[in-house]
RNA sequence: GCUCCGUUCGUCUAUCGGUUAGGACGCCAGGUUUUCAACCUGGAAAGACGAGUUCGAUUCUCGUACGGAGUACCA
């Protein structure tokens, strides 16, 4: 058996959307949950709609998603000249031929065949022609496609799909230009890098059928598909910019994992019985084209987060805090002081499992972030009316000389409600307002011992003093 | 117009002819709780429609409806 080769051939003519992100996953899942290889090809034959910048955000986009491939990135576009040698190898054999019909003629052909309700693909008068009837004018390569019978495809998602070649038109392989077409291009590319397992959005599937004519007029081996279906938005309309459509970059920004995004686009469309929450790992171990679902998915953005929720919760601090620290980047936000983020580091065990976003989990660091003056937000500021402000001017001072440790200072506060015949809640949030500033946060003994001694006493005399000491 | 594909709770899905149609997210109710989150218990919620095949259809076949894709010298 040989080794499997699966690619991603995106065409670069904008952001790397989530549907492309998905094909590539599932590519990425197929070869390295087999050992295999994955590849990268950037389908930029369109030499108008193509640009660097959006080669770059696919790149930066596969890049956060861990999504890595072998080998170097193939331009399409510069392997034309190896497109035209199999155009006209096609030419020689007589599989294909010259075309010499204008644009005008071309046009005029399907508006009859329009009003007259028949398939509006061209046929050619050039495709039996004579070589000694050539004019001496500009042609375009077509496929001599076959006229009687069906074309097959087995695809390992959409089954057996049966086209009747009558459908089937004589496509251009070479422009007028003599440059090669997408079609001629990707069977080519694709069986040449040896790609065996051709994975792709079921927008392809038409398109299928009409490229396998160029290998069996070349005697290729077909690589076996898998046409998966498109992400639709949460209205199960197409996918547009307004939801969901947005480059991966911005889901970077918007602060979701890359691991919860990986997990929950691979569960989009695809299954492995009851299992929602997996690793990297087992994805791969998992992952094959018999759990692909044959029907367009919705984009969720609450089990997105869910998802990313789980696992940001099982990241290790270490990776975490650098994930952060890029989260920060994508989105714009300044970066963190030496002291923040050694401050966040201390308290990403008591926020990791409270937050699904990076932006929710720094939201809770927020008593961890200040550096100096607290601003106390509306909600947190009726903690701290004169009442409050006694009760934490009574406080501070017994946690003077006590160990800093979880037990004592446990002990103090509990001790000190009692004495003072309050319930610990009427105690926590005050305490909140003057360490945080704010009325959501982590457990006030995991603030006390994340800022330390310190600057926890620091805070709470500020605030038992009004904030204007 | 023509060709192809699809249709199970609101959403993602399980089911490979016989199930009280299962799980997850979300939602609702209750519990726990120092806030938020988390957590625990319970609940509502689905086979597009119509025929056919079969002892028996969500599952197989056909039709209809509705979605989607393709039909380019775009990819």
Known sequence: MTAVVTRFAPSPTGYLHIGGARTALFNWLYARGRGGKFLLRIEDTDRARSTPEATDAILKGMEWLGLDFDGEVISQFDRADRHAEVANELLAKGAAYKCFATQEEIEAFREEARAAGKSTHFQSPWRDADAATHPDAPYVVRLKSAQDGETVINDEVQGTVRIKNENLDDMVLLRSDGTPVYMLAVVVDDYDMGVTHVIRGDDHLNNAARQMGIYTAMGWDLP??????????????????????????????????????????????????????????????????????????????????????????????????????????????????????????????????????????????????????????????????????????????????????????????????????????????????????????????????????????????????????
């Open 224 to 469: 076996t598909y898998a046409h998966i279906p498109l992400i639709h938005g949460p209205d199960g309309k197409k996918l547009s910019k307004r939801h969901g459509a947005l480059g991966v970059e911005e889901y970077q920004a918007m602060g979701y994992p890359s691991a919860g995004m990986r997990n929950y686009l691979a569960r989009l469309g695809w299954s492995h019985g009851d299992d929602e929450f997996f690793t990297d790992d087992q994805a791969k171990e998992w992952f094959g084209t018999d759990g692909i679902g044959k029907s367009p998915a919705r984009f969720d953005f609450k089990k997105l987060e869910n998802i990313c929720g789980q696992h940001i919760a099982i990241t290790d601090d270490a990776a975490l805090l650098h994930e952060i620290v890029m989260y920060r980047e994508a989105a714009n936000l300044p970066a963190l002081t030496d002291v923040q983020s050694q401050r966040l580091n201390a308290a990403l065990y008591c926020l990791k499992d409270r937050a699904k976003t990076f932006p929710e989990l720094l939201e809770k660091a927020h008593f961890a972030l200040i550096e100096g003056e607290i601003e106390v937000e509306p909600k947190a500021a009726k903690n701290l009316d004169t009442v409050s402000r006694g009760i934490l001017g009574a406080l501070t001072p017994q946690l003077q000389n006590v160990s800093w440790t979880r037990d004592e200072l446990e002990a103090v506060l509990n001790r000190f409600a009692e004495d003072n015949g309050m319930k610990f809640g009427k105690l926590a949030g005050p305490l909140r307002a003057a360490l945080a500033g704010r009325a959501a946060t982590p457990s006030v003994f995991d603030m006390m011992l994340v800022l330390g001694q310190e600057i926890s006493l620091e805070r709470l005399t500020q605030a038992a003093n009004g904030g204007d000491s």
